[in-house]
């Protein structure tokens, strides 16, 4: 694994998650607990597909780890999309 894979790196891109949420109600849990993690500057939530996906931007280098258990910590399941496209 790589610094890249196992982290979200703070900048314009950040890192993209899939979710089993089903509904508006369910990302906001998403968000919430996200938004609790030290680091975590924004979350920002696209509903127009299927499975839901989130994007999480940082201000310091934040684990994949720390965003899956939050997200598991609310019911749910996070895994990270590919790299950004350079």
Do not use: R, W, Y
């Not at 610094?3 to 979200?8: A, F, R, T, W």
């Not at 996200?34 to 939530?45: E, M, N, S, Y």
């Amino acid at each position: 694994m790589s610094l890249l894979s196992e982290n979200v790196i703070p900048g314009n891109h950040g890192k993209v998650f899939g979710t089993n949420a089903k509904n508006h109600t369910n990302m906001e849990k998403i968000k919430t607990a996200l938004l609790k993690i030290a680091g975590i500057k924004d979350v920002l939530t696209n509903e127009d597909i299927f499975p839901l996906e989130f994007t999480v931007h940082t201000t310091k280098i934040v684990s994949v780890k720390e965003i899956e258990d939050a997200v598991i910590s609310v019911g749910f399941h996070a895994i990270p999309k590919q790299l950004f496209p350079l």
